[in-house]
């Protein structure tokens, strides 16, 4: 998690973008549900899901 938010740090991103970030992790949230695990999508086409398996 430290990495996460040095990276966070490094961004440096405007009030807008946070919340525009903020909003997006919410929109994906409501598309999720037993059948659609949109959050496992969102963290595949993001990269995350390829380190855990490093």
């Given amino acids: 998690m430290k990495h996460l938010h040095a990276f966070a740090e490094e961004m440096d991103s405007t009030q807008g973008e946070w919340e525009f970030g903020i909003d997006f992790r919410m929109r994906t949230g409501q598309l ?23």
């Fill in 32 to 54: 999720c549900s037993a059948e659609r695990q949109e959050f496992i999508l969102l963290s595949d086409t993001l990269g995350f899901s390829i380190l855990r398996g490093s």
